[in-house]
T-cell receptor
Framework: GAVVSQHPSRVICKSGTSVKIECRSL??????MFWYRQFPKQSLMLMAT?????????EQGVEKDKFLINHASLTLSTLTVTSAHPEDSSFYIC??????????????FGPGTRLTVL | QKEVEQDPGPLSVPEGAIVSLNCTYS??????FMWYRQYSRKGPELLMY????GNKEDGRFTAQVDKSSKYISLFIRDSQPSDSATYLC?????????????FGTGTLLAVQP
């Protein structure tokens, strides 16, 4: 149980294009999903908290117009990197917090999406 | 001072050894503690979570929390090469509006066959 998927797992795009990453909780519902960014050999950096049916809350320093987040249902959140540039190349990971059950205070992570912007 | 401190390692041990991974924290409001394992180029995998002081055991893994000292540990018994990964401690304030996790920087563990 508690499986989170991400799609695509890897994407290469040209500078200036937009890329959408999907995060799905497969066997549980999640009112809250989180988006992280991770640079090589570094820990996870929280970008934003996504709540179903409302606007995402962005961490300080994260451009909300560049990283668009939509949380349309209790099992799906999307992150769109708009007008991507090489400095946006990174490993993007989502997580989801279960809406019910014994572990509503923890988060289950997706496998990550590696974005490379040429 | 960072809210959560974790020795980055790398830590190299022989197969079968007992491994001790540790984190300290400064925020006494943290109530919920987790350990994640992350293999290279993969998302973190939840290993253990606890919200009380003391020990919690799950197979070869034991999570220990000492709230008075603001110190948590993860012990791995009979370590295996497949345990080679980065281990991240994480914690949150129970009942917070968003329950954001605060992560340590991760400890890279290598178990040598």
């Amino acid at each position: 149980g508690a499986v989170v998927s991400q799609h695509p797992s890897r994407v290469i795009c040209k500078s200036g294009t937009s890329v959408k990453i999907e995060c799905r909780s497969l066997d549980f519902q999640a009112t809250t999903m989180f988006w992280y960014r991770q640079f090589p050999k570094q820990s996870l950096m929280l970008m934003a908290t996504s709540n179903e049916g409302s606007k995402a809350t962005y961490e300080q320093g994260v451009e909300k117009d560049k990283f668009l987040i939509n949380h349309a249902s209790l099992t799906l959140s999307t992150l769109t990197v708009t007008s991507a540039h090489p400095e946006d190349s990174s490993f993007y990971i989502c997580s989801a917090r279960p809406i019910a059950g014994p572990s509503t205070d923890t988060q289950y992570f997706g496998p990550g999406t590696r974005l490379t912007v040429l | 001072q960072k809210e959560v401190e974790q020795d980055p390692g790398p830590l190299s041990v022989p197969e079968g050894a007992i491994v001790s991974l540790n984190c300290t924290y400064s925020n006494s409001a943290f109530q919920y503690f987790m350990w994640y394992r992350q293999y290279s180029r993969k998302g973190p995998e939840l290993l253990m979570y606890t919200y009380s002081s003391g020990n919690k055991e799950d197979g070869r893994f034991t999570a220990q929390v000492d709230k008075s000292s603001k110190y948590i540990s993860l012990f791995i018994r009979d370590s295996q090469p497949s345990d080679s990964a980065t281990y991240l401690c994480a914690m949150s304030v129970y009942g917070g509006a968003t329950n954001k996790l605060i992560f340590g920087t991760g400890t890279l563990l290598a178990v040598q066959p």
